[in-house]
């Protein structure tokens, strides 16, 4: 995503986001981003020397799933899509 010139301007988006503590602007307003960009990356334990969100170039992506029955008689979820949100862009896009 960060090869075309257009594009690139676009995914600054979070980086380059101002966050107001009187407004609820976007999903970079909320205090669990605020407290994600001011924690260390922790990973099995090992603790690593960079902050969550830390690089421009860092993506934030939202994964939603939901499961729901599809055949009448299932008695488990048989239908599981899965939505995958690129917070880096604009809402507009």
């Not at 609820?24 to 960009?37: A, E, I, K, M, R």
């Not at 603790?47 to 799933?65: Q, R």
Request: hydrophobic letters at 35%; a negative charge; charged letters at 15%.
């Amino acid at each position: 995503m960060f090869l075309n010139t257009t594009l690139i301007e676009k995914m600054r988006y979070r980086s380059s986001f101002d966050s107001n503590s009187s407004t609820y602007d976007d999903v970079f307003s909320g205090s669990h981003y605020q407290h994600l960009t001011a924690e260390y990356v922790v990973i099995d334990g090992t603790s690593y020397s960079h902050l969550f969100f830390d690089d421009s170039c860092d993506i934030a992506l939202g994964i939603l799933t939901d499961g729901f029955q599809i055949f009448k008689h299932s008695s488990h979820a048989t239908c599981w899509p899965i939505i995958a949100l690129n917070f880096n862009l604009p809402p507009t896009e």
